[in-house]
Each structure stands twice: as C-alpha cells, then as structure tokens.
C-alpha cells in the first residue's frame, strides 16, 4: 500500500516545522508561477480563438487539430429552474499574500 502522507524529496515530512516549511515553500513557488500562468492561459485562449473553425494546421514543430464534437446541453426555462437547482455545500480556500517581508 501507498503512504500517502506528505514527502519533499522522497523524504517523508514527520514534524509540524517540516510541514509548515514544506507548505511555505509551495506557497512562495506557487505565486512564483502565478504570472506565468496568467501568461499560458491568455496565450492559449487567442491560440484556440485564432483556429476555431480550422481542421488541421503545422507550424514549426506544432501540429494544431481542430474538430466539432457534439455535447448535450440542458436548457431549462427561466420559470421552471429554481425547482432543477440545489445549492451544495463546497470548501472555498482563497490564498493571498499578508504584505509580510522575509520568511516565516
């Protein structure tokens, strides 16, 4: 059986400090990347936009497919679609940065 407890180089992470510190560090690596994933997500929708329509293209060493597929859709009257809606209860985690310098 897998352990499925927490491991930073494939060594299991034992104590609360090697946890906080663990944490920490994907923390900092996480907002690190943040810009970039802004940058791939907007590349990727003008790329998509751009070839909407398009079957098949080769650019370089990139091969761009494109097809229609089908998906089913329910479309329920405005009138009729609070008795089809539930409310469910979710986790939320919102991560910001506190304006603190250094590490913690």
């Given at each position: ?6 491991k930073k180089d494939n060594k299991k992470i034992s ?32 790329i998509k936009k751009y070839f909407t329509g398009a ?21 329920v009257p405005p009138k009729e679609l609070k008795k ?21």
């Open positions: 059986m897998e352990d499925k407890c927490l104590s609360g400090a090697d946890l906080y510190f663990f944490i920490h560090d994907m923390l900092e690596k996480r907002e690190d990347l943040m810009p970039l994933v802004r940058e791939f997500e907007e590349i990727d929708a003008t079957p098949n293209f080769i650019i370089g060493r990139y091969s761009v497919c494109g097809k229609w597929v089908e998906r089913d859709v329910v479309k089809y809606t539930k409310k469910e209860r979710v986790w939320q985690i919102e991560i910001a940065t506190t304006g603190l310098k250094g590490d913690y």
